[in-house]
């Protein structure tokens, strides 16, 4: 498959008062390929958000780049990255702030095509309302008559109306019941097959990426730590950060392990060298002083880690 969504050295910082810098995003570097889901794992507050922002261009990078079909989409004025809207899309994960209450679901639905200047609105949206399993008896609700998973529903709808490429969906599940996550999950399945829209998963919850994702990376502080096949990565971690994720989901058949040892540290203060080294239970004095880059291990993967569990 062919390269759709390319980051290079991405890095998104904010500046603080006191002169202070927020490092959200550090160095990070990956590709989408057309049609696969690729999910974005780690704690809250390491970052996952910000680049899936900084991705689609809600926000440019402090530096490094971003390509989408080839072409330099990072740093683009809002007028030169319109005819890319219509092909990247976000999902977020509040659904009811994603609405505007005061107008239907009909209204909603036929905003971008609206922008856009498309033809046909009342026909697509109607079929928008088919492929997310939704009733056109909606059309003239309003959003606060809907359940989380409705809702949810409609919010994936608004953001295929274009026919996009690609769709970024910030923890679309985790504010859902475990029984709607479920449906919800298996619609994105659905409508990847159905349409062959690539797609990046923002989550913090493994179950769900097993289910959803061709490939994961995982983040840690603002950068990716290992990435890769998910089945792979998932099966034999090669990160401790990526092990410790995966130790600390629930199973009948053994007892929770410790939970990492401290805190996660402060963005605005990320410790030297391996900025995983502070938790890490293999440290040893290398990893204080020199930065692991991303390198090659067996099965296709990448890890940064200088004694990573798998070589």
Do not use: W
């Amino acid at each position: 498959m062919s390269i759709l969504l390319e980051a290079r050295s991405v890095e998104k910082h904010y500046r603080l008062g006191g002169g202070r810098v927020l490092q959200a995003v550090a160095g990070v570097s990956l590709q989408v390929r057309r049609g696969e889901a690729l999910a974005l794992v780690g704690e809250s507050g390491c970052g996952k958000s910000t680049l899936g922002r900084t991705l689609i261009g809600l926000g440019a990078p402090t530096s490094g780049e971003v390509l989408f079909d080839g072409a330099r989409i990072s740093g683009l004025s809002d007028r030169s990255l319109r005819p890319y809207r219509a092909r990247m899309q976000m999902v977020f994960q509040d659904s009811s702030a994603s609405f505007n209450p005061r107008r239907t679901v009909g209204e909603a639905l036929a905003e971008p095509l609206k922008i856009h200047r498309r033809t046909g609105i009342v026909e697509r949206v109607h079929e928008l309302l088919d492929q997310v399993g939704m009733s056109r008896s909606v059309l003239k609700r309003y959003p606060h008559e809907f359940s989380g998973g409705q809702r949810q529903r409609l919010n994936i709808a608004r953001a295929l109306a274009l026919g996009p490429e690609l769709l970024v969906a910030d923890e679309p599940v985790s504010a859902l019941d475990v029984s709607v996550q479920a449906q919800i999950v298996n619609l994105f399945g659905d409508l990847r097959s159905q349409l062959g829209v690539a797609c990046v998963f923002i989550s913090h919850d493994l179950a769900v990426v097993r289910q959803m994702a061709d490939r994961i990376a995982v983040m840690y502080l603002g950068g990716i730590v290992e990435q890769g096949d998910g089945l792979a990565v998932l099966g034999a971690p090669a990160h401790p950060y990526t092990k410790a994720l995966l130790d600390a989901v629930p199973r009948p058949d053994r007892p929770l392990p410790p939970p990492l040892a401290g805190d996660v540290p402060s963005p605005v203060n990320p410790p030297s060298g391996c900025r995983f080294h502070t938790r890490c239970p293999i440290a040893q004095a290398r990893c204080a002083q020199e930065r692991p880059e991303l390198r090659g291990i067996t099965g296709g993967r990448e890890v940064a880690c200088h004694y990573p569990l798998v070589s």
